[in-house]
């Protein structure tokens, strides 16, 4: 059974691997933030030893989550989740619209 930790709009998978040609996203203020909330303005960060990798498919932009020990996944309105090590695809909820696709808010 796949493991899946949601934190409001983001959703994390675990995956067998990172696939190959992904580029390292850059920290922001020294923390790694998955997401920014729009509502709210408050962000899904990961605290510990992580990575957050990104590759361009089509139109879209597919990110990766590595960890090389368990970590904690914080947000100021949710519980933290403790990640345990290994390889995440991290997906940030969207909402249908007839005309567009629009992020999910917390």
């Known amino acids: ?3 899946i930790y949601r934190q409001g709009d983001v ?5 067998e691997g990172v696939p190959e040609g992904v580029a390292t996203v850059p920290r922001e203020d020294g923390k790694l933030v998955l997401a920014h909330g729009e509502a709210s303005g ?6 510990g030893e ?7 498919i089509g139109d879209l932009e597919e990110r990766f989550l590595h960890l090389e020990e368990e970590a904690r996944l914080v947000h ?3 519980e933290s989740i403790t990640l345990p090590p290994g390889d ?15 992020f999910v808010a917390d």
């Open 88 to 102: 995440y695809r991290v997906v940030r909820q969207s909402e249908y619209t007839p005309a567009t696709p629009r």
């Open 11 to 15: 959703l994390i998978t675990r995956i």
């Open 76 to 78: 100021d309105e949710h």
């Open 50 to 56: 992580a990575q957050l990798l990104a590759a361009d």
């Open 42 to 47: 408050h962000a899904h960060v990961v605290e």
């Open 1 to 3: 059974m796949t493991a």
